[in-house]
């Protein structure tokens, strides 16, 4: 099992910049997949960005050109900035492990809050 931890979030003004992190409890090196997801309160997750083992990156629609997913496996960290933020790009983010079909994992989540 791994467990996540996240940190990073708060509240900026729109059009700043954010950089949230999340550790894990092992290496990342061999995690299939690490993304960032999204949620506001009466909706799902949505996906943020994901990163895949082999590097292969996929960015949600809304944040395309804004973010940036990276990770740093010497330090088992995934990580997101993100820039231009905008007043909908509020809601708790939570990084995400998927590691096997019957193994993956959520963090706790950490709060981002931009304000118009």
């Known amino acids: 099992q791994v467990q996540l931890v996240e940190s990073g979030g708060g509240l900026v003004q729109a059009g700043g910049s954010l950089n949230l992190s999340c550790t894990a409890s092992?290496?990342?090196?061999?995690?299939?997949?690490m993304g960032w997801f999204r949620q506001t309160p009466g909706n799902q997750r949505e996906l943020v960005a994901h990163i895949a083992v082999g590097g292969q990156i996929v960015y949600g629609d809304s944040v395309k050109g804004r973010v940036t997913i990276s990770k740093e496996n010497a330090k088992n960290t995934l990580y997101l900035q993100m820039n231009r933020l905008k007043p909908e790009d509020s809601g708790v983010y939570y990084c995400?492990?998927?590691?096997?079909?019957?193994?993956?994992?959520w963090g706790q989540g950490t709060q981002v809050t931009v304000s118009s």
């Open positions: 995400s492990a998927y590691i096997s079909p019957t193994m993956s994992a």
């Open positions: 092992r290496s990342i090196d061999i995690i299939s997949v």
